[in-house]
């Protein structure tokens, strides 16, 4: 199994650029959700999905879009990148179930995003 | 302990000593936690967990333990060694902690010393 895979890793846009980016996991998850991560802050639920069709929104949602049309597949789109949006997306997978036990979330590599 | 501010904590040890790593949780609901270590350039991984109704989980070369009373979470690696140099954070999980449940730490940054 290659896990939850992310591209690019890396990616640099000017304000006001549009982009996707890609997350795939080969795991058969139900549940797959995207993460920022900016320095001294914890990771933060942008949006998150619990099956194909089905997304929500997280914490901080706003300038980001989620679909879900694939159980492997859950791209997010930056609609008008800024500035703010500079930062370390982590794209994570886990099973959909009741138990706490299924909370142990697999994470793919990161994209580095800088927007200027 | 946990970062409150835009620095990571950070504890240096010593190779083959044992290291212990704190987190304060700020729900008293939080029924599950969760230990993550994440090294540089790579995306978080799940080290262990532990129930509330537990004070004490052990893994391989690392245990987990929980005071509810204090609301204090530690990670214990023993024998520590260069591999173990990331930063680890915990996470909580109680049924209002964002939309998913979890909410994360900030970290700690754990330097091994040769």
């Known amino acids: 199994n290659a896990g939850v895979t992310q591209t690019p890793k890396f990616q640099v846009l000017k304000t006001g650029q549009s982009m996707t980016l890609q997350c795939a996991q080969d795991m058969n998850h139900e549940y797959m959700s995207w993460y920022r991560q900016d320095p001294g802050m914890g990771l933060r639920l942008i949006h998150y999905?619990?099956?194909?069709?089905?997304?929500d929104q997280g914490e901080v949602p706003n300038g980001y879009n989620v679909s879900r049309s694939t159980t492997e597949d859950f791209p997010l789109r930056l609609l008008s990148a800024a500035p703010s949006q500079t930062s370390v997306y982590f794209c994570?997978?886990?099973?959909?179930?009741?138990?706490?036990?299924?909370?142990?979330?697999?994470f793919g590599p990161g994209t580095r995003l800088t927007v200027t | 302990g946990e970062s409150v501010g835009l620095h990571l904590p950070t504890l240096s040890v010593q190779e083959g000593d044992n290291s212990i790593i704190n987190c304060a949780y700020s729900?008293?609901?939080?029924?599950?936690f969760i230990w993550y270590k994440q090294e540089s350039g790579k995306g978080p991984q799940f080290i262990i967990d532990?129930?509330?109704?537990?004070d004490k989980r052990q893994g391989q070369r690392v245990t987990v333990l929980l005071n509810k009373t204090v609301k204090h979470l530690s990670l214990q690696i023993a024998a520590t060694q260069p591999g173990d140099s990331a930063v680890y954070f915990c996470?909580?999980?109680?049924?209002?902690?964002?939309?998913?449940?979890?909410?994360f730490g900030k970290g700690t940054h754990l330097i091994i010393q040769p």
């Open positions: 994570a997978s886990r099973r959909m179930t009741m138990a706490r036990s299924s909370y142990e979330q697999y």
């Open positions: 996470a909580e999980i109680h049924s209002g902690g964002g939309a998913d449940g979890l909410t």
């Open positions: 729900n008293s609901a939080s029924d599950y």
């Open positions: 532990i129930r509330s109704n537990m």
């Open positions: 999905s619990v099956g194909a069709g089905i997304t």
